[in-house]
């Protein structure tokens, strides 16, 4: 399939400043898009999630953003705490196309926070 | 902790050889995910098995093969090994197999073959 991008491999914050990660899709045929968060030695963990038919979802300190005319995909982490440094990959999967299930993913943002 | 389980958390062989890579998904999961992550190719789908059937297949090698049990626990197996098979293996799991559902990683079995 194709590949789900992200534009930046390290991103850098102050701690209690607001984070954005980006990323950019080439599957117009996308319609689920999930962002996960992957701490070193773990496994991916699910942060959240939208459909195409959505242009914005909050949850808890966590916004995503999804643009689909640029094809764009940004993930907001508002006040990052030191518990948030990580590795960010997002995530795409055309659901509705009846083709694989399983995620293609991104390559993934090192989020580092700065004390 | 994400519930999935996998075993052995690491693994090491020489090339040529085959091992066996196994998940137990969250209790009430009907799905399973198999993973592959390396350096240079990032975190790609492998293979997806829905209540003991392979439901989808992405990159996966021949040299490889998955099934998933009567109990729903899933086993990855990977034959003939090469260097460049040394990564770290993920599975996940959902309670159905459509794509909108949430996928549970597991910590990872870390392969490497010398």
């Known amino acids: 399939g194709e590949s789900v991008g992200l534009h930046l491999p390290t991103l850098s914050v102050q701690e209690g400043d607001n984070s954005i990660i980006n990323c950019a899709y080439s599957n117009s045929a996308s319609d689920y898009f999930i962002w996960y968060k992957q701490e070193s030695g773990k496994g991916p963990q699910f942060i959240i999630d939208i459909r195409s038919n959505m242009d914005k979802r909050q949850g808890q300190r966590v916004t995503v953003l999804l643009n689909k005319t640029v094809k764009h995909l940004s993930l907001q982490i508002a006040a990052t705490q030191p518990g948030d440094s990580a590795v960010y990959f997002c995530a795409e999967n055309a659901g509705s196309g009846g083709g694989a299930d399983g995620l293609t993913f991104g390559k993934g943002t090192h989020l580092i926070i700065q004390p | 902790d994400s519930g999935v389980t996998q075993t052995p958390k690491h693994l090491i062989t020489a090339t040529g050889q085959r091992v066996t890579l196994r998940c137990s998904p969250r209790?009430?999961?009907?799905?399973v995910y198999w993973y592959q992550q390396s350096l240079d190719q990032g975190l790609q789908f492998l293979i997806q098995y829905y209540n003991g059937e392979e439901r989808a297949k992405g990159n996966i090698l021949e040299r490889f093969s998955a099934q998933q049990f009567p109990d729903l626990h899933s086993e990855l197996n990977l034959s003939s090994l090469e260097l460049g098979d040394s990564a770290l293996y993920f599975c996940?799991?959902?309670?159905?197999?459509?794509?909108?559902?949430?996928?549970?990683f597991g910590p990872g079995t870390r392969l490497t073959v010398l």
């Open positions: 209790s009430g999961d009907l799905s």
């Open positions: 996940a799991s959902s309670v159905i197999g459509t794509p909108y559902n949430e996928q549970f």
